[in-house]
């Protein structure tokens, strides 16, 4: 029988002698058949049921406990009922979010845990919202309640254009948007996703994302359990306590397929630190799927180097391109192919601009890593602002079609047609282009920083910050944070940090500096933070920051930096005491005109006579040092500025 529901998907493999295992705590875990799974979800439906949930109903998912989570979806899914996953997280925002959804779906089901819902019942007295947390817990159901499972629900027969459940973004917003998926979408993504991957029931996969994330629940459990493979659930707290014990779990399994953001990544290789991994044999594991954000080649580098001694073959890494909207997955590498990038000039990728391929060395290279080419029942194509289809090797906006692609967002008619072109492409809201036949992901149109007449992309610049000392990945945010009335971006430079103001003084002219030098922008701020704001999954959620920055919560700090700044004779938009002055002299020839630091002289236009003007100044500041010659062969503020230094402290540079 071919699955054409996931009602079928579950039913057809409630057979199979596989199983799902449960890693909770460091030693302990817990292991359930497909057929356990089947008979649980069946006696979860039948409490469901008997607390007046019927087909079409809507069941908020607010659990920490991963088998918790796949019993109520599965039971959700058999009953007709929609399951709609929310992170339970730790914070306040967590809670809000979840009365938001509430509120978008009516009067939903909830199934939780005791302790959740009390938390849930503090936050709704501390923020007067008692009428929202009476009419949810009013149809709650408790898992601490839950004693017998010997009672069977009744099963409801599904049709593929029914909605299957409701994925909503992981970040907080004020308006959450959920993104419904229909069975017939997550089937068609299944058997895409199985072609590229060639799944058989010989796999075996582990995984630590959570399962309200579409990778986590969709990727690693639903399109691996239509596959009849035995799989391993790591909950997410404890791959986060405990790193390590990923990879030496994947290696006594003998996974064959694992998964991770750059967060992933970079948080086991920070805790890993320099112990030798030769102990460990990742020689199984085939596939490594590598996305949810934008992908690091020197991260995929470091860890696929740093694995090598445990025999993990380079070619497992996978880098891919998906999103809830698609059911998860859009394109694929080839597989068993090496992954690879390629370095573009970043002042070339504007939206219906030809990209320029440029040496992985230029300070003008972005390098993005390659995500391969649609997977089958997926369309992609990359359009211009009007949504007419660019040729390949231009930058436009990554927009899909296809059997799995969501028809629209939950109970939003202005979102749905704002998401759908006119001929009934998605917009996907991500920026890329196709180069040598293979997507490359470029950014998020939103995310995207206008700062001088041209579009920059956030993580383009933190990586070029990361080669300061001192600065890691996740621990720097790049925003554009426009004032109300502004035509332009500022750039704000986000750094964590939890010691003294003096102390990071340095280490925030260094940022400043580094990214005028390499990338031509300047500054507006570089603003020291207490956290990073993220979503359960690692994802950086800037628009926390910059609506914090933009209502003065930064302000005091900033107010010290700048006192700090002036003692010392530090400039923190990252020029040099030297580029400075430069800059004055500059403005006082061009008679109030401002150029940029990185700006060529001569590309906007100063003539002969201002130039000679310019170097009688810097000959009276810096006598000796500076000749007519040296403005041709140095013609911005900032090469000047780094010549002028040199001489001054290794003597006439030639």
């Not at 979860?44 to 809507?58: E, F, K, M, N, Y």
């Not at 017998?148 to 004020?174: E, K």
């Not at 028809?407 to 001929?423: E, F, I, Q, R, S």
């Not at 149109?445 to 000392?469: M, R, S, T, W």
Request: proline letters at 4%; glycine letters at 8%.
């Amino acid at each position: 029988m071919i699955a054409n529901t996931l009602s079928e998907l579950l039913q057809t493999n409630r057979g199979a002698d596989r199983s799902i295992t449960y890693h909770e705590s460091e030693s302990g875990q817990r292991v359930l058949r497909y057929g356990e799974l089947y008979e649980r979800a069946l006696g979860i439906l039948h409490h469901l049921q008997r607390l007046g949930a019927r087909p079409g109903d809507r069941l908020l998912l607010f659990l920490a406990s991963n088998e918790a989570f796949i019993d109520a979806f599965w039971a959700g899914i058999l009953g007709g009922i929609v399951p709609v996953p929310v992170a339970p997280g730790i914070s306040d925002e967590h809670r809000h979010k979840l009365l938001r959804i509430a509120a978008q779906l009516g009067t939903p089901f909830l199934y939780t845990e005791r302790r959740l819902l009390e938390r849930i019942r503090h936050f709704a007295d501390e923020h007067q919202q008692q009428a929202s947390y009476a009419r949810l817990a009013q149809r709650a159901f408790v898992t601490d309640d839950l004693v017998d499972v010997a009672r069977a629900g009744r099963v409801h027969a599904v049709r593929p254009d029914d909605t299957a459940f409701v994925q909503y973004s992981s970040g907080s917003t004020s308006s959450p948007k959920g993104v419904v998926l229909t069975h017939a979408n997550l089937i068609a993504n299944m058997r895409g996703t199985t072609t590229a991957v060639r799944y058989t029931d010989q796999d075996v996969s582990l995984s630590w994302m959570p399962l309200t994330h579409d990778m986590g629940l969709i990727g690693f459990h639903i399109f691996l359990l239509g596959n009849r493979i035995n799989m391993h659930q790591m909950a997410t707290e404890l791959f986060v306590r405990r790193p390590v014990l990923w990879l030496q779990t994947a290696a006594r399994v003998r996974a064959t397929l694992l998964c991770s953001p750059n967060f992933g990544y970079r948080h086991y290789l920070k805790v890993l630190g320099g112990r030798p991994l030769e102990a460990l044999d990742l020689s199984s594991v085939r596939v490594i799927f590598n996305g949810a954000e934008p992908i690091s080649l020197a991260l995929c580098d470091e860890f696929m180097d740093r694995c090598a001694p445990a025999r993990l073959a380079r070619t497992a890494m996978f880098p891919v391109y998906g999103l809830a909207e698609a059911s998860v997955a859009v394109s694929f590498p080839p597989l068993g192919s090496a992954y690879h990038a390629s370095h573009f000039d970043r002042h070339q990728l504007n939206p219906g601009q030809q990209v320029v391929l440029v040496p992985a060395g230029e300070k003008s290279a972005l390098t993005l890593v390659a995500v391969g080419a649609t997977i089958p029942y997926c369309e992609l194509r990359i359009a211009g602002d009007e949504d007419a289809v660019l040729a390949d090797e231009h930058v436009g906006h990554i927009q899909i079609r296809g059997a799995n692609v969501t028809a629209g967002y939950l109970d939003a008619p202005a979102a749905n047609a704002a998401v759908h072109t006119a001929d009934g492409w998605l917009r996907t809201g991500d920026l890329g282009v196709i180069h040598a036949g293979e997507l490359y992901i470029t950014g998020r149109h939103k995310e995207i920083l206008f700062v001088n007449g041209q579009n920059y992309y956030p993580h383009d610049l933190e990586a070029v910050a990361l080669e300061v000392p001192g600065i890691e990945l996740g621990k720097i945010v790049v925003s554009g944070v426009r004032a109300r009335g502004a035509e332009s971006d500022q750039l704000v430079v986000f750094v964590l940090n939890r010691g003294e103001l003096a102390d990071f003084l340095p280490l925030a002219q260094r940022v400043a500096r580094r990214i005028g030098e390499h990338a031509g922008l300047e500054v507006g701020a570089v603003v020291p933070v207490r956290r990073i704001p993220k979503t359960t999954s690692g994802k950086v959620q800037r628009h926390l920051l910059e609506e914090e920055y933009l209502a003065g919560a930064n302000d005091a700090d900033l107010a010290e930096l700048r006192s700090l700044a002036a003692k010392s004779g530090v400039a923190l938009d990252g020029s040099s005491g030297v580029e400075a002055e430069l800059q004055a002299i500059c403005d006082h020839a061009l008679e109030g005109r401002r150029i940029g630091p990185n700006d060529s002289l001569f590309d906007v236009g100063v003539s002969s006579l201002k130039l000679v003007g310019m170097q009688e100044a810097i000959e009276q500041r810096w006598p000796g040092l500076i000749d007519v010659t040296d403005i041709f062969d140095h013609p911005s503020i900032a090469e000047l500025a780094r010549l002028i230094e040199s001489r001054q402290h290794g003597g006439r540079a030639k």
